[in-house]
């Protein structure tokens, strides 16, 4: 690749660009300035609406199926992560490589034990979110946890072909790789980014951030699977990606951020779907409106410094919405509407239990977090 200052920034740091990606400060570094986005942040708005617009481009194109895999998965290494290297790329396939294989044993050997499956995947999740609370494998965690949400979830329904399903994943992330590659050739960083500081956690803090965001996503996992919400991926995704703050106070803020920003993307895509009505068949018109949206939230998601917030609300929402297909036939009130009102009562109740294990587990010793 051609993109030199965060190659050689990252070469100088080792892997300190990976131990970046926790800090939501840390995630867009120069990212913005006093009076706006600065050269870097404006090539991250363009590396992500450019990622976003042309995963979508192409899974149209294929005619693929599960095309919020190809529309997100752009987004997520690209707006949540603002360098790209070899450890980062590692980390990225190596984690899409093992959600196959426990995807597929888990649901191959554990789908007619729902307690025994639920217990396994209590463990996996906890094994990420350690991963995410140590650092330096954050976004091995991060994406684990989210991916693997969304797998075996859809992977639970007999109706869903798993090796499609497997596959779609493990070709969006690859091409997420590319994308991202590209992105980063055309709109390279003109500074190098600066490492953030190194923070230090106690033993009990890593202990406390492990439990209560492995238990409150397997949670998560069960609900969504007893009331059957299949059609609520949205919802679902939220109540993950609240989770990244690894805390409860955080989260609150993250909720509501991110209630915001998904009410935002749904009223941008309604309002495009008004202005292509019945045009919806010119591609070109719905690429052109999809990129602008993109490149707004994009905008706000380097002005809010990069974490999981409205910015990144709406632009999942796009994703989510447009790669389900944007037409006249759809209804897309309804759809938006649903995806809205779903998502905050799943925040609502991701916040409400996360509160209850904030304080059993500081009345622990072993979990308890000190008192700033």
Request: aromatic fraction near 10%; include cysteine; charged fraction near 10%.
């Amino acid at each position: 690749m051609s993109t030199k200052s965060p190659t050689q920034s990252s070469a100088r740091t080792g892997t300190s660009a990976t131990r970046s990606v926790p800090a939501s400060s840390a995630l867009s570094q120069n990212g913005f300035s006093q009076n706006g986005l600065s050269q870097n942040g404006l090539r991250q708005c363009l590396r992500v609406a450019g990622g976003g617009t042309l995963g979508f481009i192409i899974s149209q194109l294929m005619g693929w199926n599960y095309g919020v895999f190809f529309t997100v998965f752009p987004m997520f290494l690209l707006g949540l992560v603002p360098v790209l290297n070899g450890s980062i790329i590692r980390q990225f396939l190596s984690n899409v490589s093992l959600n196959v294989l426990e995807v597929s044993l888990v649901v191959g050997l554990l789908k007619h034990m729902p307690v025994v499956m639920t217990l396994v995947v209590l463990g996996l999740f906890l094994l990420r979110f350690n991963l995410m609370a140590k650092g330096p494998l954050f976004l091995f965690g991060a994406n684990g946890v989210l991916t693997l949400s969304i797998l075996l979830h859809f992977a639970s329904y007999p109706s869903v072909d798993l090796s499609d399903l497997l596959a779609s994943n493990l070709m969006a992330s690859v091409l997420a790789v590319f994308i991202a590659m590209l992105m980063y050739t055309l709109f390279p960083d003109r500074e190098p980014r600066q490492p953030p500081p190194r923070g230090s956690k106690s033993t009990a803090q890593i202990r406390h951030e492990t439990l209560i965001g492995g238990i409150t996503a397997t949670l998560s996992f069960v609900v969504f699977q007893v009331l059957d919400l299949r059609g609520s991926l949205s919802a679902q995704m939220a109540t993950i990606l609240i989770l990244f703050t690894l805390g409860y106070f955080g989260a609150q803020v993250s909720a509501a951020k991110r209630a915001v920003g998904t009410l935002l993307g749904c009223n941008l895509a309604l309002v495009m779907q008004l202005a292509l009505y019945t045009q919806s068949h010119h591609f070109v018109l719905v690429i052109l409106l999809y990129w602008l949206g993109l490149m707004l939230f994009a905008r706000e998601h380097i002005l809010e410094g990069g974490g999981s917030g409205i910015g990144f609300g709406g632009l999942t929402t796009m994703g989510i919405l447009f790669g389900q297909s944007l037409g006249p036939q759809q209804d897309l009130v309804y759809s938006a509407l649903y995806r809205f009102s779903s998502m905050s009562i799943a925040l609502i109740g991701t916040l409400s239990v996360m509160i209850c294990l904030h304080y059993l587990l500081n009345r622990w010793e072993p979990t308890r977090l000190l008192e700033k």
